[in-house]
């Protein structure tokens, strides 16, 4: 497994953020998730014990789609987004990943599955290990309903669950390669119903209120990196 000094992560769903900050505090996060024949299982997302957590930090950043103006380049950058929060700023935020990156950067995006595909089976502690995987893991909180302004809540909205307003995993992957950016890996991954470090009933307990569309049961992964990176 590759890992990374410097990584920014971007994240508009208030849950996740919650959910990643217990994961820095406790070094791992238990969750329930849906498999491929839609029954509940138990899984486990665990930081890799290369990772210094100390240096892990959250900001609060009311702005997106727009990245700081002044944002330094990093090895990676993760853009979580599998319930479809960003709505309209999302492709906004692609056109800026490659010019956030340094000359041997990777790009890590999950975005909605298709309802077709969705509830795959593949181990979600891959994507907080990519998450977490580098020293220093900016999480920007922010959303908007009509994605013509930032919000500021963290939560986002505008995202009514209709399968109209799904998110093109395909069109996102024609404007990566329009940025110079090649594709290395695709996967489908199970999402949280509901978290908790206590895990069992308890976890599936706190899912009910957990603000979570019951709908989402699975993301699309997927990795860019800049042509001649070679790991």
């Given at each position: ?64 789609p727009a ?20 709505d309209?700023?999302?492709g906004q ?23 077709a ?16 995987g ?35 995993a395909?069109a ?30 308890a ?29």
């Amino acid at each position: 497994m590759c890992s990374f000094r410097h990584v920014l992560g971007i994240e508009a769903d208030e849950q996740m953020v919650l959910a990643a900050k217990e994961l820095k505090a406790e070094g791992r996060l238990e969750f329930v998730a849906r498999d491929g024949g839609g029954n509940e299982v138990q899984l486990v997302a665990e930081v890799p014990n290369d990772v210094d957590r100390d240096r892990v930090r959250f900001w609060h950043y009311p702005h997106l789609p727009a990245l700081p103006p002044k944002l330094a380049p990093v090895d990676a950058v993760v853009l979580e987004d599998a319930h479809g929060r960003l709505d309209a700023g999302l492709g906004q935020l692609l056109e800026q990943l490659p010019a956030a990156l340094l000359p041997r950067g990777v790009v890590v995006v999950s975005l909605p599955a298709p309802r077709a595909r969705a509830g795959g089976g593949a181990a979600a502690a891959a994507s907080a290990e990519a998450a977490e995987g580098g020293a220093v893991v900016g999480d920007w909180e922010g959303g908007w309903g009509d994605g013509a302004g930032g919000g500021g809540d963290g939560g986002g909205g505008g995202h009514d669950d209709d399968p109209a307003d799904e998110v093109d995993a395909e069109a996102v992957k024609r404007r990566m390669a329009g940025q110079g950016l090649e594709l290395v890996h695709e996967e489908l991954l199970p999402l949280p119903r509901s978290t908790s470090s206590r895990g069992g009933a308890a976890g599936a307990a706190a899912g009910a209120g957990c603000g979570w569309p019951a709908a989402a049961s699975a993301a699309v992964l997927l990795v860019w990196k800049k042509p001649g990176v070679v790991f």
